[in-house]
C-alpha cells in the first residue's frame, strides 16, 4: 500500500470518528490504518461509554434544574458592598442577595457586562448609588427590577455653615459615600425592608424584625462614633487621598482636608497638594494621615514620611478586598475597625 493511500485511510478514520487515532501500526508503510473488526470494537466500545454518560450526567441537570424552579426567594442584587450587607442582614436566608461588582475590584470605573445586564434584568430588587456614579444603569430596561437608589434615600441634606469644604466637590450630593453616616444606614435599611416587605409579603414580619434589629447595632455603633468624636482633643481629619466621608465628617461635626475629593478620578496629587497637607499635618500636629481602603497608600505615607504622622486606613464600606469577602467580613465590622482608627486619628 502506497504512503497516499495510507494517509487517505488515516483521513477516513478521523471522519468516522474523533477517536481515530486509536489505531493500528504499519511499520512496513510507516503509517497508521484500522481494520474493520477493530474499528466495529472501537465504535461499539464508545457508543456504550456515550451512554453511561449521558446516563449519569442527566439526572443532576434535571435536579439542578428543579432546585431552581423550586427557589421562590425574592433576588436582591446591591451593585456595591454597603448595600450589599444591609440587604443580607435584613433578608437573612429569605431572600437571594448578591453583589454585582466584585471584590477588589475598582468600582469608578466598572462597567457591566451584557450577562450582568441581563441578571440584573432578571433581579426583583436593584439596590445601586444613583447620579454619575452608575450612569451605565441608564442604558438598561429598567420596567423590570425594584430600583432603590441609595442618593435618592440619603443624600440630599443641608451643608452646614460652619463646614470647611477641602475636597473639591461641588454641593454635598458630589460625595456618593451616603452610607458611611450610619444615621444615612438607617434609613437605607428602613427602605430595603419596605421593598423586600413589598416583594414577599408572606415574610414581612421577619423582614420587619431584621430591620428593627440591625438598626439598634446601628444605633449602638453612632453612639460610638459620638463618643469618641466628644471624647477627643482633635476634630481634623487629613486624608493623603480621596476622601470619601465627607456624609461622615458631617454627621459628627469634624474638619477635614485631603488630596482629591470623594467623587474625582484623579490618582496624582500636585506637588503643592502634598505640601500642603505636609504643612496642615505639621501645623495642627495631625498625629495620623488616613487612606481609603483599597488604595496604595503612596501618598499617605509620602506625606507622614515628612511629619513622623503615622498611616491608618478609614474604610468606606464601597468594597473590600476578596479576602475579606470571603471572610464574611460586615459593614459593622468595618466602621468598628473605624472607631479604634478614628480615636487613634483625633487624639
Known sequence: MPPLVCQNIAVRCRLLHPM?????????????FLGVSLLKRILSFLTVISLI????CSPPARHAM???????????????????DFAREVAGDLADVSMLIPPAQEIHSYEPSPRDILKLQNADILIHVGGDSDAWLRRMDTTGPMFISLLDIAGHHEDHEDHEDHDG???????????????????????????LCAADPANAAAYTQNASEYISQLD???DAFREVVQNSPGNTLVFGDRFPFRHFAEAYGLHYYAAFPGCS??????AATVASLIGIVRDEKIPVVFHAELSNARMAATIADATGAKVMQLHAAHNISRDDFLAGVSYLDLMRQNVDALREGLR
Open 20 to 32: 481515530a487515532f486509536l489505531v493500528a501500526y504499519s511499520r512496513k508503510y510507516k503509517c497508521f
Open 53 to 56: 454518560m449521558l446516563c449519569g
Open 66 to 84: 428543579a432546585n431552581a424552579q423550586s427557589d421562590e426567594r425574592p433576588t436582591v442584587i446591591a451593585t456595591i458592598f454597603a448595600p450589599y
Open 169 to 195: 466637590c461641588d454641593g454635598q450630593d458630589s460625595d456618593p459615600h451616603v452610607w458611611t453616616s450610619p444615621a444615612n444606614a438607617k434609613l437605607i435599611v428602613r427602605k430595603l425592608a419596605e421593598a
Open 220 to 222: 449602638a455603633l453612632d
Open 265 to 270: 478620578t484623579e490618582t496624582e496629587p500636585s
